[in-house]
């Protein structure tokens, strides 16, 4: 049975940084897809990263574009992403997923889910 598990969120100023870490078990992560999405209440769950099995594709949306950083580590099933600059604009529950899908920035190309874990950023 797969596990995912998120920590790391809090509450912070805007201007600061979180790094959020996503721990999985029960398959190893080597070779699937991983992202990072998020959801603010009332809105649907939206895609913010996802970093293919080698490492070598990355993608963002265009509203952490050069904010946020998607980074794993195959050997500990572990992926990250490191959120700097925050706006009161990236509160929400954050979710990590894993995906069978290359290119994967739907949050239907995901096959398993964590519980989330809450990111709140005031002005």
């Known amino acids: 049975q797969v596990q995912v598990v998120e920590f790391g969120g809090g509450s912070v100023q805007g201007g600061a940084s979180l790094r959020l870490s996503c721990e999985t078990s029960?398959?190893?992560?080597?070779?699937?897809?991983m992202g990072w999405f998020r959801q603010a209440p009332g809105k649907d769950r939206e895609f913010v990263a996802r970093?293919?099995?080698?490492?070598?594709?990355?993608a963002y949306s265009d509203s952490v574009k050069g904010r946020f950083t998607i980074s794993r580590d195959n050997l500990k099933n572990m992926i990250y992403l490191q959120m700097n600059s925050l706006i009161p604009e990236d509160t929400a529950v954050y979710y990590c997923g894993i995906s069978s899908k290359w290119s994967a920035t739907r949050a239907s190309d995901y096959d398993y889910w964590g519980q989330g874990t809450q990111v709140t950023v005031s002005s």
């Open positions: 970093i293919t099995w080698s490492v070598v594709d990355t």
């Open positions: 029960g398959r190893s992560i080597g070779s699937y897809t």
